[in-house]
Every structure is written in structure tokens, then in C-alpha cells.
């Protein structure tokens, strides 16, 4: 029988009295099952949650820092026992699995270590008018209250380590809501901060159907900030339900990798590759869509092709480059995209084939701008060449997307790189390298339907707090 995983809550590990079971996208295997919560259910989680708070609060820096610390310590260790579920259950390589735990290990020391730097000011009046120069003002961080984390498939782990950890460590509770393909994952990590010794209702879990607690877990007037990860119609709801309060949204994009005359195009087509074909495809961070100068186009396609060519594909286990998207629907929509790329008159110039949710790594030349490849997001192993004929082209294109999460400039001309990273329309611009996340100290965030706020450990803490200011004056 498969196991039936339980969710923390109030520092017990609960059923609930219905059940989702999760199946592996490779095989189809069953790997256990995970609670379907209620309303109810999620009613305790949250009022537990806001009664361990002030306690918690009350905690020094330093007592928050060595439970993250030690939750750290656990990750590492069972770095290849939770891989190894990982890997399974989002169809991700074995070897990449393992090194999101001990990345996410290394996030949520980071953020122990930052939020021992958190430093408040003091502020002295006398700027606007004399009266005031004998006011001093006290100014310092305080904790939100309760933060909802929502995590999405392909970094359950990771995009989960990332939002809890900053949160706790600034003196909030926390709510880990990890999604349906990935919550074992998520209450394996969940594991290891009990471990550590998180209070009761400090740190809880949340697994269930969205059609029951969906809208329910934002909406709810226990929450007072909401960290979401995941599709951008999604992000768009949940910031529509979120009212008047704070939200962190990390949602879709189109990175473009513009293309200049100049670029080492054997550098270019390394990174773009690696940046579009990555867990096939499945990162909002991917590289999407090629920008190349005409001129350059017939070389750099081929030397992007014959990389593409060497991928391997096959299961996660055998941590082949190219593993079945997450579930049929996903293989579904890239599949459209494909077909509509092909019927415009778009040149394939790697083989199309799909077996089941498994879809072979896909380069399209001579993509135009009447395709939906050029502008949506496939979350798969597809990639489009857009041929354009100046900087100023290149530049319109990507800012005409309805995204703006990152983008990379290849040239050797570094004074022109910057002119065009000031143009772009997106968060992160990237010279001579693919579109990432990394590193996890720099700002993470994106323009238009990209997101909202910014992330990275020192600006999470910093989302996840608010400025009281005290004022008093000197006799």
C-alpha cells in the first residue's frame, strides 16, 4: 500500500478525512497519497498559527537562527532521500533533484545568517523646521503576522525553502501551501523543520484540492501576507483576492536571448540551450524565444541545433537532459503551440515527436510574430528563432511581450549590452549568459505580468516586515 502522508499542523502530523493520491508523470506509478483538507481544516491551521506567533516574536535573532540552522543540517542530510522522492514525483533529474535540497539548505542558512544583520535606525528631526530638531525618531522592522507560501511544481522544494525561511526568521508564522505534483515533496521539507524544532503552529502545511481551499486559503482574514510562486492567471486572482494586503508574486514570462553580430555565437548557443532546455523547458527563468541578427542566424541555428541534438531524453532516474512535463495538459498546450508554429510556416529543425506527457526537444527557425510561440509560454521543450534585422527590432519584440521577468544580450560590445539592458522592459538583464535565477542574495523580480514585489533573501525579509517608527522628544 502506498503511504499516506500527513500534514503538520500545531506540531502534530494529521489525516484529513479525504485523500489526493499522487502518481508519478514518468511512470504513472502511484508514490502515496497526501491529505485533502477542508475549510475547517485550514480554520485550525490558521488560528494555531496566530496564537504561536507572539511567542515567536518574542524569540531572539539568534534562538530563530539556530532552528533554521539545524533545519539546514537535516536537508543536507537526507539531501538524496528527498531528491529521490523529488525526482520521482516531478519527473525532474535525479542529480538536479538532490541539489535543489541542498540549494534550498543553503537558502535558508543565508537567511538564518540575514536576519541576524537586520538593523533598525534612529532618526533625528530638525530637517523641515527648528521646532522639530529636539524629535527623535526610533525606527525598526516588525514581523507581518501570518505568511501564506504557495510553491509551485518544478521547485517544490527550493520556491518553498526560499519564501518560509525569510519569513520565519523576521518573526512570522508560516503557512506552506505546496502544490498537488510536488506536496510529498513539500511535507518532506516540512519534516525537517519539525525536526529542527519549530514551536507548534509556528510552521504548518496545507494540502488539498483548489476547487475546496483554493480561493479560501488567500481570501482568509487570518492572512496577512501572501508569497505566491506560479502561473501568471493564477497570480492575477489571488492579487485580486488579496485586497488590501502585501503580496510577493513570482509569475510567468517569455525570456528572450537577443543575438548581436559580434557575440561569441558558440558561448550564445551553450547558454541558450542550457537556459531553454533545462528540465525541459519547465522554469519560468527559461530562455523562450531567440532575437538574432540576420545575419548571424544561419550559423547560430546550426550550432544551437547540433547542441540540442546531444540532449538526452528519457526518465528522471537515468537524470536525462529531456524528461515527460509534468502531466498530459502540459504536453497538451506545448503540443498546440507546435502545431500552430508548423501550420504558419515555421521551420523545424529538429524532429517532432511526442510519446505520451515525453516531448522531444523541439528548435524552430523563422518563427514570426503572427505564431503564439512567439509570445506565450510553453513550459516545455520548444524553443523559437526570431530573426530580426537591428538592436532597435530586437528590442521592440521583447518589450512588446505581455511578460517581463528576465532577458540576456550577447555581444562583445559591453557599452551596448548596457544601453540595451536599460531599454528592456524586465527585471534582470543578463550579459553573455542565459536567464536564471541565481544567484539567491541578488534582487529576483519582474515587470508588467511577471510579478510583483522583489525577492531575493534580504529583500524577502524586508517584504515580509514592516517599518514602525516611535517618536519622542528630547527635554
Avoid at 519527473?91 to 540549494?103: F, H, L, N, Q
Avoid at 510561440?373 to 521583447?398: D, H, M, N, T, Y
Amino acid at each position: 500500500m502506498a503511504k499516506q502522508y500527513k500534514n503538520l499542523v500545531n506540531g502534530e502530523w494529521k489525516l484529513s478525512e479525504n485523500e489526493i493520491k499522487i502518481y508519478a508523470p514518468a511512470t504513472g506509478e502511484e508514490l502515496g497519497s497526501v491529505p485533502a483538507m477542508s475549510q475547517e481544516e485550514v480554520d485550525y491551521v490558521y488560528a494555531t498559527a496566530k496564537a504561536a506567533q507572539p511567542a515567536w516574536r518574542a524569540l531572539s535573532y539568534v534562538e530563530r537562527a539556530a532552528i533554521l540552522h539545524k533545519a539546514a543540517d537535516i536537508l543536507d542530510r537526507d539531501a538524496e532521500k528527498i531528491g529521490a522522492v523529488l525526482s520521482k514525483e516531478i519527473a525532474k533529474g535525479y542529480k538536479a533533484s538532490v541539489s535543489e535540497i541542498t540549494r534550498t539548505a543553503s537558502i535558508i542558512r543565508y537567511a538564518a545568517e540575514e536576519g541576524l544583520r537586520m538593523e533598525g535606525e534612529v532618526l533625528e528631526g530638525g530637517s523641515f523646521e527648528a521646532a522639530s530638531k529636539k524629535k527623535i525618531a526610533v525606527v525598526r522592522r516588525e514581523p507581518l503576522g501570518l505568511v501564506l507560501a504557495i510553491s509551485p511544481f518544478n521547485y517544490p522544494v527550493n520556491l518553498a525553502g526560499s519564501k518560509i525561511a525569510p519569513a520565519l526568521i523576521s518573526g512570522n508564522v508560516v503557512a506552506l501551501k505546496p502544490p498537488t505534483q510536488g506536496s510529498i515533496s513539500g511535507l518532506l521539507l516540512a519534516e525537517a523543520f519539525a525536526e529542527a524544532g519549530v514551536p507548534a503552529g509556528v510552521f504548518s502545511t496545507i494540502t488539498g484540492k483548489g476547487s475546496v481551499i483554493g480561493d479560501y486559503i488567500v481570501e482568509h482574514e487570518a492572512v496577512n501576507f501572501i508569497n505566491f510562486t506560479g502561473s501568471t492567471p493564477v497570480g492575477e486572482r489571488i492579487g485580486k483576492l488579496a485586497g488590501m494586503r502585501p503580496i510577493m508574486l513570482e509569475l510567468g514570462g517569455k525570456d528572450s536571448a537577443i543575438v548581436l553580430e559580434d557575440a561569441d555565437l558558440e558561448v550564445a548557443a551553450k547558454n541558450i540551450v542550457d537556459g531553454a532546455f533545462g528540465y525541459s523547458g519547465q522554469r519560468c527563468t527559461a530562455v523562450k524565444r531567440v532575437l538574432v541578427m540576420e545575419n548571424v542566424a544561419d550559423k547560430l541555428v546550426e550550432t544551437i541545433r547540433e547542441k540540442v541534438l546531444k540532449l538526452t531524453i528519457g526518465n528522471p532516474e537515468e537524470d536525462a537532459d529531456i524528461t515527460p512535463l509534468i502531466d498530459t495538459k502540459a504536453a497538451d498546450f506545448v503540443e498546440g503551440l507546435v502545431n500552430d508554429a508548423s501550420d504558419k510556416g515555421a521551420e523545424a529543425v529538429t524532429e517532432i515527436k511526442r510519446d505520451g506527457n515525453l516531448i522531444c526537444p523541439i528548435l524552430f527557425d523563422k518563427v514570426t510574430s503572427d505564431m503564439r510561440l512567439a509570445w506565450e509560454e510553453p513550459f516545455g521543450p520548444v524553443l523559437p528563432i526570431i530573426r530580426v534585422k537591428s538592436v532597435e527590432e530586437a528590442i521592440e519584440l521583447s518589450n512588446k511581450s505581455e511578460y517581463g521577468l528576465q532577458a540576456s544580450v550577447f555581444t562583445n560590445d559591453f557599452p551596448l549590452a548596457f544601453k540595451i539592458a536599460e531599454q528592456l522592459e524586465v527585471g534582470t538583464v543578463h550579459i553573455n549568459n542565459k536567464t536564471q535565477r541565481g544567484t539567491d542574495n541578488f534582487p529576483f523580480l519582474g515587470a508588467k505580468k511577471s510579478g510583483a514585489g522583489t525577492q531575493g533573501v534580504k529583500y524577502s525579509i524586508e517584504a515580509m516586515t514592516s517599518v514602525k517608527s516611535v517618536v519622542f522628544d528630547i527635554k
